[in-house]
């Protein structure tokens, strides 16, 4: 029982020392807090791709030296670097509004009853009307009936 929470807790932690970028792009700027050695690279020089969300990426200190080289400053003996995407949950009026927006009629009366909370990366969430389901031809209600 104890080894189970401390693996727990150990895995959180590690998670936790995970730099979080913004976007799908991981840049030197993004690195600054770990690695201040890079403070000489311009912050927008690119390092890699950044990992899916829900997924780490570590850039080891192999791979920060050959970048730091390519681009003409000299290091040693630099640290890995784990890397997440930055995730943020969202709500029910933040799911309307981008349902709302797609389907393209001010007065619509949308009601969300439920959706996943899997989180998301950073953006504005967005849905296009062609990828909004359908109601069936017979279907009792269509997208333009109001109810009865």
């Known amino acids: 029982m104890k080894l189970t929470l401390q693996l727990i807790l150990l895995a959180g932690a590690a998670r936790a020392a995970c ?10 700027g993004d690195l600054l807090d770990r690695v201040p050695q890079l403070l000489a690279l311009p912050r927008e020089v690119p390092v890699g791709f ?20 390519r ?6 003996d630099l640290p890995d670097v784990c890397v997440v995407r930055a995730l943020h949950s969202i709500g029910p009026g933040e799911m309307q509004a ?6 393209g009629i001010p007065d619509a ?10 989180p998301l990366p950073p953006g504005r969430l967005e849905f296009q009307r062609a990828s909004l389901n359908q109601p ?10 109001a109810r009865n």
Request: aromatic share 4%.
């Open 50 to 69: 950044a990992p899916l969300p829900g997924t780490e990426r570590v850039i080891s200190g192999r791979e920060l030296v050959l970048i730091a080289g």
């Open 71 to 76: 681009n003409g400053l000299i290091l040693q």
């Open 19 to 28: 730099v979080e970028v913004p976007s799908d792009k991981i840049t030197v």
């Open 136 to 145: 069936p031809p017979n279907a009792r209600y269509s997208c333009t009936t």
């Open 98 to 103: 981008a349902l709302a927006g797609a389907l």
């Open 109 to 118: 009366e949308i009601e969300v009853l439920e959706f996943s909370s899997q």
